[in-house]
């Protein structure tokens, strides 16, 4: 198979040099692409130096664009994915290879204890990871790691999908996983960057908490939808229950929560359909 190594990079200049010459070093990678994010520093110099190919952005469009522009360029295969800032060891690249080679389509690393940058991130990961695991009804590992290897021709299926942000890992393994594509984990460390993150704690932050309710309208809607719909129904009988007892009617707060639960179920039902129509071509 022709291996394609892509990294998405925007002023990583501070690492990416090494980290293509340790790539270089395993001799089993058709090509290195470097996508160079409208980066102000030399990363474009020492990527070409180093013996990548580079595609540049005239200007930043986020790192999930990048990874878009490197599945369209990439001629290989399989794409591996990786960071350009030093913290994904190119020594895993072959065992998340031979994973592809023993038929599954998309090989995630998944960062071990002690590899998330920091606690907080840490706790949203996990919290990530359960939900994911909920809505797929599959262990999920690690659900936002970007050093991960597919099968080039399945991915390209949900480019469409993918946003121009962070968010490009839970979007596609969600999509992997609806579409019913072999999904597995390969247990890796990630040593910390080099350089600065280009992660905003308080814009990231509101970003990291939306991508809960986008993970579960990805997959199956309903998932999320029902079980709020029936916790309004059920606080809607208990309190015509208490009503009835206590003053021996039916009450507007009732109606509501009646109205709300049936809302939302619908609500579920409607996005269930969109989402399946999103995937037709891959059922």
Do not use: C
Request: positive net charge.
């Amino acid at each position: 198979m022709k291996i394609s190594i892509i990294l998405p990079a925007k002023n990583e200049s501070g690492a990416i040099g090494q980290t293509i010459e340790h790539i270089k070093q395993l001799n089993i990678t058709h090509e290195i692409i470097v996508i160079n994010d409208g980066s102000t520093d030399s990363t474009q110099a020492i990527s070409e130096q180093a013996g990548a190919k580079v595609v540049t952005h005239p200007y930043s469009k986020g790192n999930g664009a990048a990874i878009k522009t490197g599945a369209r360029t990439a001629t290989g295969e399989v794409i591996v994915f990786m960071d350009a800032d030093g913290q994904h060891d190119p020594q895993d690249i072959p065992r998340l290879i031979e994973k592809i080679e023993q038929g599954y389509d998309l090989v995630v690393g998944a960062r071990q204890k002690g590899s998330q940058a920091s606690i907080g991130r840490g706790v949203a990961n996990a919290l990530y990871n359960n939900l994911a695991t909920y809505m797929t009804e599959h262990k999920v590992e690690d659900l936002t790691s970007g050093f991960r290897a597919v099968r080039a021709e399945k991915f390209r299926e949900f480019l469409y999908l993918l946003p121009n942000g962070f968010s490009y890992p839970t979007t596609s393994t969600m999509a992997f996983f609806r579409a019913g594509y072999s999904v597995t984990y390969v247990p890796i460390h990630a040593a910390k960057r080099v350089g600065k993150s280009h992660i905003n704690p308080v814009k990231d932050g509101i970003r990291f908490f939306l991508i809960i309710f986008k993970i579960a309208t990805l997959f199956s809607p309903l998932k999320m939808f029902l079980p709020i719909a029936v916790v309004l129904f059920l606080m809607a009988t208990g309190w015509y229950g208490y009503t009835l007892w206590d003053a021996g009617r039916f009450t507007n707060m009732s109606a509501l929560l009646y109205t709300g639960s049936v809302m939302i179920f619908l609500m579920g039902l409607i996005s269930e359909q969109i989402t399946a129509l999103m995937y037709k071509d891959n059922q």
